[in-house]
């Protein structure tokens, strides 16, 4: 009897023994993993289910020692739905204290200075983990809080992080409260006597800053230009605003009479500033119309490369063109 009961106790060690190094294994040991992988805990999922689930995708090695040790450490009631990044470096432990934390895996989508709203929207609709919760941009504003209000501009271009199922709203209700911010911001430290009655009439220059130059020097410098010619009541006579006007029409090249067909953004045919914003402006830009570089240019011209030639008078510029736009020789 004695020794039957030593066999049966030392079966029992060597089984407690196996079992106490399995859970080991399956609870600190590292994951059976090569590459990053992306799981998601959907709201009122219980334990067993997360458990389960960890296991058929190959992310632990045993559902029963993640209850089991979640449970043992108190961890079960704290797992928080989302979508999680877990790493190959990771434990099952590390694993389960994530789901705690709630440190959900954060999506990143780029809002571009100098692209439409409508290019914004293209870019939203196709990131997958936002919730498109708004059909038209009336219906956006109305639940910004700011009903009527034209959208073109209003968003300030950054990088946004959000986790999966963040609404689309929420999302520009960010970009909208950092661009209104920034309006104010440069618009109280403005330099005097600017032809600019109100901030938006900032931001509408702006946006044609952005898209009249890649070159960040020149921005001051063109800022300079058009705010002349507002204060001298001369037509801005700019490009980008015409071809904004054109809309779906526009094929890529812009004709003469593309530049005399009137709509509300052709700055050839109508005096002042269109009526909206045709871009969304980086601070540099609104930096720069609302401290303009000084100087006596009135006209400028793209060489080509990106950079342009700033001309004072109407003479010199259409040397200018004639150089860098016909490519001939300018007259003597």
Do not use: C
């Amino acid at each position: 009897m004695h020794r039957l009961v030593g066999i049966i106790v030392l079966i029992a060690s060597m089984l407690g023994g196996w079992l106490w190094m399995d859970y080991q294994d399956a609870i600190y040991g590292p994951l059976p993993l090569n590459e990053v992988r992306y799981f998601e805990i959907a709201k009122g999922e219980g334990l067993q289910d997360i458990s389960a689930r960890l296991r058929d995708e190959g992310i632990v090695e045993s559902a029963l020692w993640f209850a089991v040790a979640a449970r043992w450490r108190g961890v079960a009631p704290r797992l928080k739905y989302g979508e999680y990044e877990i790493r190959p470096d990771m434990t099952a432990e590390k694993v389960m204290d994530l789901f705690a934390s709630g440190k959900v895996r954060q999506h990143a989508v780029a809002l571009i200075e100098g692209r439409t709203f409508r290019q914004h929207l293209e870019v939203l609709k196709g990131q997958a983990a936002l919730n498109h919760d708004f059909t038209d941009a009336a219906g956006l504003m109305a639940a910004l809080g700011v009903a009527g209000e034209q959208p073109e501009g209003r968003f300030y271009p950054d990088t946004y992080y959000f986790p999966k199922g963040s609404s689309e709203t929420g999302l520009l209700r960010q970009a909208y409260g950092k661009m209104q911010a920034l309006l104010k911001e440069e618009w109280d430290k403005r330099e005097a006597g600017l032809p600019l009655a109100e901030p938006y009439q900032a931001l509408i220059l702006a946006s044609i800053v952005e898209k009249e130059t890649a070159v960040p020097a020149e921005r001051p410098r063109i800022a300079g230009v058009f705010v002349r010619r507002l204060q001298k009541a001369m037509r801005l006579q700019t490009d980008p605003t015409v071809i904004y006007g054109l809309g779906e029409q526009f094929d890529g090249n812009i004709r003469r009479a593309d530049l005399e067909r009137d709509t509300p953004y052709n700055t050839y045919t109508r005096a002042g500033l269109p009526p909206t914003p045709i871009a969304t402006p980086g601070r540099d830009a609104i930096h720069a119309v609302l401290h303009p570089e000084p100087g006596s240019s009135l006209y400028f011209v793209a060489k080509g490369d990106g950079s342009h030639v700033f001309s004072d008078s109407l003479e010199a510029h259409q040397k200018a063109v004639e150089q860098y736009q016909l490519h001939r020789e300018p007259h003597p």
